[in-house]
């Protein structure tokens, strides 16, 4: 199932694009019912130190299993569940069961580090959110310290105060807060030094120029000595190939995310993966252990 993923949602996009322009409408009225299903869940990728080669945490990505169309993208609903209010159910579904599974996995002993849930703007500025987190967390029992919010830099458009309320809030809990997507919108680094805000994400798309470009290379290392020096921490996303890992490391980032460790699957996955633990990057860090 989670091998046919890249396959299936290629060929979706044509068919929804093209039905979800036409009748939107009939689009929230499925995935409405798909909430009630529960046909949307969550899958997980894994992020790594590429420095110890341990599993250091696990992107939660939304995944909408349809009976009659099969796996459905991120891209083709949250954008929809945005824009009809359903991404308020939709997150809370996701983080409940995220949390769920990760209390199981602790529970049997199984490490898997922090686990990274997608917050949409919408739902950081919903007046209930930071109790449905609590809640969530009270009632899954997984730990407050283990949970870390990716937010994208358009939450910063809306009320900057409020938003730093939140985000200290949440901080004051326990949970870890994420700028995902960084460097594609607002955000400076001179600007992040104020916020309460734990780590980066930097961008795939910038990935995507290297090694490549110098420019991109050179705004990317100088990122990275930023962050560093101002005390975040720093994710490389969209990691495909050996070159991007190299020039990552050799920048000093060592948590890394992308196809060449492995791509988004379903949780059943998720043991082999905390187990194999051998996830080096380049001889900087050392040599892969391929015997543990
Ligand atoms: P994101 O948070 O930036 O997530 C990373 C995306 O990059 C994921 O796409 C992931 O599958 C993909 N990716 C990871 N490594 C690589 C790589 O090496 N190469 C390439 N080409 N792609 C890679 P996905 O799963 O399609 O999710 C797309 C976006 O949808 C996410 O971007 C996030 O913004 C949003 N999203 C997903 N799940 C949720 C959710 O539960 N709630 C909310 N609010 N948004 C979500
Ligand atoms: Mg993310
Ligand atoms: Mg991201
Ligand atoms: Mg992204």
Same mark, same amino acid.
């Given at each position: ?10 060929? %979706? ?5 093209? @039905? ?8 929230? *009225? =499925? $995935? &409405? ?117 990716? %937010? ?5 458009? @809306? ?8 985000? *200290? =809030? $949440? &901080? ?121």
């Amino acid at each position: 199932q989670a091998k046919n993923e890249g396959k299936n949602s290629y060929r %979706l996009v044509g068919i929804q694009t093209h @039905e979800m322009a036409g009748d939107r409408l009939a689009w929230q *009225t =499925r $995935l &409405r019912r798909a909430l009630e299903q529960g046909e949307i869940l969550p899958y997980y990728q894994g992020i790594f130190d590429t420095e110890y080669g341990t599993l250091a945490g696990l992107e939660v990505l939304a995944r909408w299993q349809s009976p009659t169309d099969g796996l459905i993208m991120p891209g083709q609903f949250i954008p929809l569940a945005e824009e009809s209010g359903l991404i308020k159910r939709l997150g809370e579904q996701i983080l409940r069961q995220a949390c769920t599974q990760g209390a199981a996995w602790l529970a049997e002993g199984l490490e898997v580090g922090l686990l990274s849930i997608n917050v949409s703007a919408h739902q950081l500025h919903d007046k209930g959110f930071l109790e449905t987190v609590e809640r969530v967390l009270e009632q899954t029992g997984f730990p407050a310290e283990r949970l870390d919010l990716e %937010l994208s830099e358009a939450i910063w458009v @809306e009320g900057r105060e409020s938003v730093i309320d939140s985000l *200290t =809030r $949440l &901080r004051a809990m326990g949970i870890r807060v994420s700028i995902d997507d960084f460097g594609t919108k607002y955000a400076s680094l001179a600007y992040l030094r104020h916020l309460p805000v734990d780590r980066i994400k930097i961008d795939k798309s910038f990935m995507d120029d290297i090694p490549g470009s110098d420019i991109t290379s050179a705004i990317v290392s100088a990122i990275m000595t930023m962050a560093t020096s101002i005390g975040l921490e720093v994710v490389a996303e969209g990691i495909e190939n050996q070159s991007q890992l190299d020039f990552m490391n050799g920048a000093g980032c060592r948590l890394i995310q992308g196809y060449l460790y492995g791509r988004p699957q379903a949780a059943e996955a998720v043991p082999a993966l905390s187990r194999r633990a051998d996830f080096r990057g380049n001889s900087r860090f050392g040599v892969v252990d391929h015997e543990r």
